[in-house]
Structure formats: C-alpha cells, structure tokens
C-alpha cells in the first residue's frame, strides 16, 4: 500500500493498494473518531459490487450504517439527488461528527462531498474511488458539485476530504471503455509534470489497457498520479494559478463533451483535446515534432484518439462559454516539453490562430 499525504485546509491521507476496501472501517474511524453514524453514497452499478464490503467494514468499526443508492449517470447528478441525502441524514439524526464515504466513480464523489460539504455546513467524507478516473483524478483535492441545466459542475464548493481509500482491486471490474477514458487523466500527469511517469508509460505502452492486469503496476501508476495531484494541491488548492494545469487537454475537451451532448466519454474528450494542443504546439513550432509524435503515439497506444472533427472555430466559441473562463481571455494549458507545462492567456482571437497554425506562437 502507497499512502500520500495531503496537506491543504485539511491535511489528510490517500490510501492506495489492493485489498483496502475491506479495512476501510479502519480509516474511517481513525479519521472521524467521534462519528457514530455512518452514511455510504453509492450508484446502482457499483452498490452490486462493493456496498456490503464497505458496510461489513464500517459496522465492525461499531458505525451505525444508512445507505443511499442512486441511479448511475450523469443525469442524477442534479439538486433531487443531493435533497435525497441530505433527508437521510436528517431523519437519522446526523450530527456535525457524524460521516459520509462516496463510494463510486468521479459522479457519485463529486455528490457525496457536496452533500457532506453543506449538510449542518459541512460534515467529514471520505472518498472510496472505483474507477481509474476518480482514482487518479476527482476524488482527490476538495472538488464537489452537481450540474445544472444550464451546465456541468455550475453548483459546487471546495470540500477536502477526511481521507481517500482507493482499492485498485476495483479497476479489475472496470469495462473496459470506462478503464481506457481514466488512462487519459493518467497520461495526463505525465505530460504536465511527470517524466518517470512519461517513461514508464512508455514503457509498458506494448501491453496496452492490458496494464490493468497487472496490479503491482496500477498500484504504482496511480501512486504517481496522485502524488502529482497532492503535489498541485498543496500548492494551489483554490484553483487560482497551477491548479489550472491539470485542465491540460480539458479546455478543448469540455466543448467536444458538451456538444455530442456528453455521449462521449469525458477521458475521450480529454484525449481529444491533447491531441489538438499537441498539434497547435507542433505547427506554431514550440513542440518539437519528434516530441509531439511520441506524445501522440504514448496516447493512441492506451486506445485513445488524437483528433476530432471538431472546427477550431467551434472549439473557441465553445471554450467562451466555458465556466472556467474568466473575464475575456482564456487560460491555455501547453506542454512544450514533456514533464513541464504553463499556463498562457489566449484572447480569443489568438487562440483560434493557434489552434489553426495561423502564426500565433504558443
Ligand atoms: N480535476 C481538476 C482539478 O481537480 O482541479
């Protein structure tokens, strides 16, 4: 087992490594030992599989256990759902020391801290990851939220929480689809801000989503991957400057997911996005094309695309309407050299001759 630590407005610790789900009692009793009570926010896909796990765990810890299950996707990730449980917790009589745990993929966390983040203003989560995405990405660094019509993640607050258990035993139940969309996010620290992760991605890339078998390996790549995001964490928590570096390949990818009216899968998008940045950066000669094919090559090698037939012109009226945007310039995150990212303000102008190799520099 890896374990992290995390110290941002609450120091906590990221548990990683196979098996964990079955002491997960243990952790959430050591993080919150004055709860009594205990609420497991799952979804119908994932309650099948590890509830009652979650649930011997914590009952042997002597927490009183309630359960509220919701229906998978992303449609249930709205105001009713978080209404259901907040009335769970208020008809049990939770109190200011009492805890939830989200166990699911990146929706069911994003939730679960919302709920736990406004319900008596704020209560203690932890965080049980299932997937590689919320594994590697969501469930680390206080980010929770619903969407609105208008919107994804339009509501949410900065929420951090008590502790994260990631059991990679889990990611052996993944389809395989939703396995190859985290191995974006993966790829991800490693062309930001990691090149031991960069090389033994490269490494392995013959073996391919076949990775997954290996458990001491994934145990070791999401080790690296959140230690990189515990590392942006610590040093910009509220998302106000390197923070925004995570959003690599995100800017171009959000508008691809909003406009097939979020069919496809969000890691796909983010693979997307890259592969068009990576090709802006190469035409405006910032990247070097031997470093751009390797890049491009590491993330068709996981079974993700490149590209998309997406305008440049959608993509900037897209990225404008963008919740991250802030005032008239965007915030661009290039990778000119594998390992180091920045962050550059792009009017909108500039960022459609960027993307369209017109001359603008990156
Ligand atoms: N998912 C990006 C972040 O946590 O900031």
Known sequence: MIRTPVKASKTYEIYTGSGLLDSCGKVM????????????????????????????????????????????????????????M??????????????????????????????????????????????????????????TGIDLPEGKNQVGAFWQPSAVIEDTDCLKTLPDEVFTEGMAEVI?????????????????????????ENATLMERIVGMCVADKADVIMSDEFDNGRRQTLNYGHTVGHVIERNS?????HGVCVAKGMGIIIDACEKAGTLASEEASKMRALIKAYGLPVDDDITPEDVVSGAMNDKKKRGNTLSVILVNKIGVSEIKKMTPDEFLKFLKGDGASC
Do not use: C, H
């Open 29 to 84: 009793r050591e993080v919150s030992p004055q709860s009594t009570k205990l609420l497991i926010i799952s979804e119908s896909n994932v309650a099948p599989l590890y509830l009652d796990r979650v649930k011997d765990s914590a009952v042997s810890e002597g927490l009183e256990v309630f359960t509220f299950v919701f229906e998978a996707g992303e449609a249930s990730k709205n105001i009713n759902t978080i209404s259901g």
């Open 86 to 143: 907040w009335g769970v917790m208020a008809k049990a009589g939770f109190t200011r020391t009492d805890l939830v745990a989200a166990l699911g993929g990146g929706v069911t966390g994003d939730m679960a801290g919302f709920a736990a983040a406004t319900f008596l203003r704020g209560i203690n989560v932890v965080q049980i990851p299932t997937s590689l995405l919320a594994m590697v990405d969501a469930s680390v660094g206080g980010k």
């Open 188 to 212: 991800k620290y490693a062309y930001i801000m990691d090149t031991s992760l960069y090389s033994l991605l490269e490494e392995k890339a013959f073996l391919g989503i076949g990775i997954r």
């Open 261 to 265: 009216n979020f069919t496809k899968p």
